[in-house]
C-alpha cells in the first residue's frame, strides 16, 4: 500500500509539471501560431490545450484512485483512471475533425506563412513534448497515465513534423504544405485514440480483458485436481491493471474443510498464470442450468448451502 502512494505521489508531481509547461507552450503556440498565419502552430495550440485536459483529468483521477473503498463504492475508485482516459480519447476525436476542416477550408484559401518562425515555436515544443512524453513513459502500464503519454507522444511526433515543414515551405514556398500538415496531424491523432477508446469501452461495458483468453482461463481452473467441471464464468476489469473473476465449481461431494485445498489451488492458479487477485469461487456437487448467468438451480441440489466465497485484493 505504501509502495501504491509512493507511485501515485510521483505521478502526480510528474502531472503537475507537465501541466505548467504545457500551459506555456499552449499559450506561445497560439500567439506564435497568429504571428505566422500558421495553421499547423494553431492545430498544435488546439492539440496541446487538449493535452491539458487530458493531463488535468489523469491529475484528479490518480487523486481519486487513492482514496479506499468504501460501504458506497466497494471497489473504490479504479475506475476514475479508465473514466479519464475514455474521456481524453474521445475529446481528441473532436479536436481531429476541427483541425482537420480548417486544413481543408486553408487549400481552398491560402493563407501566407511565416516558416521560420513555424521551426522555431515547434523546435520549443518537440524538447518540451518529448521530455514529458519520457517523463510519464515508466508510468505508462496505467491506462489512464497511458492516455496521457500517447498525447505527449504524438505531441512530440506532430510538432517534430511542423519542423520539416516549416523546412519544405521555407524552401519550395508551397503554402498548401501547412494544409496538408495539418491534416496529418488530425489523422495522426484520431488513430492514436482509437485503441484507449476501445480498451476503456472494454473495461466500462465489463468484457474480458483483452490480455486474457477466457478459454486459457478455463482450462487451468479446470485442470486443478478434484475439479469436475468449470461453467458461469466471469473475467472483468476493474482498473486498467486489476482483473476480478466469478464462477460456479462443481466439485465432488465432500466436508467443507476439505474442500479448501482446491480452492487455495485455484486462487493460486489465477493469481500466478493470470494476475486475477479477486476472485469469487462458487462450488456445487451438481450443474446449474445457465441461460444469462446461473439463474435456475436444480432443485435436488443444496447449492447454496455449499457456496465457498473466495475474495482477495490487490492494493
Not at 33 to 56: P, T, V
Not at 266 to 284: C, G, K, P, V, Y
Request: charged residues 10%.
Amino acid at each position: 500500500m505504501h509502495r501504491v502512494a509512493t507511485t501515485s505521489s510521483k505521478v502526480q508531481r510528474v502531472l503537475t509539471a507537465s501541466l505548467a509547461a504545457t500551459l506555456c507552450y499552449v499559450l506561445a503556440t497560439f500567439y506564435f501560431g497568429l504571428r505566422a498565419h500558421s495553421l499547423a502552430l494553431l492545430s498544435e495550440a488546439g492539440h496541446n490545450l487538449s493535452d491539458m485536459l487530458a493531463i488535468g483529468l489523469s491529475y484528479l483521477a490518480v487523486y481519486f484512485q487513492r482514496r479506499p473503498a468504501t460501504d458506497q463504492k466497494t471497489f473504490g475508485y479504479q475506475r476514475a483512471g479508465v473514466l479519464a482516459a475514455f474521456v481524453n480519447a474521445s475529446t481528441l476525436f473532436v479536436l481531429a475533425a476541427w483541425i482537420a476542416l480548417s486544413a481543408i477550408h486553408r487549400l481552398y484559401a491560402p493563407v501566407a506563412v511565416q516558416p521560420r518562425l513555424m521551426m522555431l515555436v515547434a523546435s520549443a515544443g518537440v524538447l518540451m513534448n518529448g521530455a514529458i512524453a519520457g517523463l510519464l513513459w515508466k508510468f505508462s502500464g496505467d491506462l489512464n497515465i497511458r492516455g496521457v503519454f500517447l498525447h505527449m507522444l504524438g505531441d512530440t511526433v506532430s510538432t517534430a513534423a511542423v519542423i520539416v515543414g516549416g523546412a519544405g515551405i521555407l524552401f519550395t514556398g508551397a503554402m498548401g504544405i501547412d494544409s496538408a500538415l495539418s491534416l496529418a496531424i488530425a489523422g495522426m491523432i484520431a488513430w492514436s485514440s482509437v485503441a484507449i477508446v476501445r480498451e476503456t469501452l472494454n473495461i466500462l461495458l465489463e468484457g474480458t480483458p483483452s490480455t486474457l483468453a477466457l478459454a486459457e482461463v478455463r482450462a487451468a481452473v479446470g485442470a486443478i485436481p478434484g475439479v469436475l467441471d468449470v461453467h458461469d464464468l466471469h473475467v472483468w476489469s476493474l482498473g486498467s491493471a486489476s482483473h476480478a473473476l466469478a464462477s460456479h465449481v462443481i466439485i465432488a461431494e465432500m466436508p467443507l474443510s476439505d474442500s479448501a485445498g482446491i480452492l487455495d489451488a485455484i486462487n493460486s492458479a489465477l493469481r500466478d498464470r493470470f494476475h486475477i487477485t479477486h476472485t469469487t469461487i462458487q462450488f456445487e456437487i451438481h450443474g446449474c442450468e445457465t441461460t444469462h448467468g446461473c439463474s435456475a438451480p436444480p432443485e435436488v441440489d443444496a447449492v447454496e448451502a455449499h457456496a465457498h466465497h473466495s475474495h482477495s485484493h490487490a492494493h
